[in-house]
């Protein structure tokens, strides 16, 4: 487990690096860190966090084709915001579906931490979307949610897995004042 940890979270560095980058080869990096963390996931009785790796995978996949579609290989589509009332929509519905979710893993299986593995999920998927649609606040979203998955999978044993969500805060950072000052060059063309 170790050592397939270590792979999952070097690709998953890759991941998003190339993301915040705005780079397409993001995507097959994507893939490659949710092969290695379905295992992992479920290795430690992390549900939701195993069944948000599948969704993943299909994001991957989305993202790849949406980042080319009907661009050159080397162009993708320009970053993009949203109002204020298209995150309280999506915040309003990311926490029905995060206390739905944790009420059924608290009550139907035994997952580990299900309230704050639901969390994690729900909000991964609503943050996941908005990376496929290059909506820059999708990394004010990532921020919070791998300051959470820090303590997740620290409370797991999965401590190399923890760091990465420490670097991942950080790059989330980064990956914001990145995509804000490409957006801001974009206003100008």
């Not at 993943?56 to 661009?71: F, L, P, Q, R, S």
């Not at 303590?151 to 914001?176: E, K, P």
Request: charged share 10%; glycine share 6%; hydrophobic share 55%.
């Amino acid at each position: 487990m170790p050592l397939l940890e270590a792979f999952a979270v070097l690709s998953s560095i890759a991941y998003v690096i190339l993301a915040a980058r705005g780079s397409i080869w993001c995507w097959p990096s994507a893939l490659v860190s949710v092969i290695a963390y379905t295992v992992i996931c479920l290795q430690a009785n992390l549900l939701a966090e195993s069944l948000l790796q599948v969704f993943y995978g299909i994001m991957a996949v989305y993202g790849w084709v949406n980042w080319i579609k009907g661009k050159k290989p080397d162009e993708s589509i320009q970053i993009q915001t949203w109002p204020i009332k298209y995150h309280l929509i999506n915040i309003g519905a990311s926490t029905l579906g995060w206390v739905g979710l944790a009420l059924i893993l608290e009550s139907n299986t035994n997952a580990a931490l299900p309230w704050l593995d639901a969390f994690t999920t729900v909000f991964s998927i609503t943050a996941t979307f908005l990376v496929t649609r290059k909506v820059l606040s999708n990394w004010i979203y990532w921020i919070i949610i791998d300051a959470a998955g820090i303590y997740l999978y620290a409370s797991r044993g999965l401590y190399l897995t923890a760091v990465l969500f420490i670097a991942f805060t950080i790059i989330a950072a980064y990956g914001y004042f990145k995509w804000l000052k490409i957006h801001q060059l974009q206003d100008e063309y």
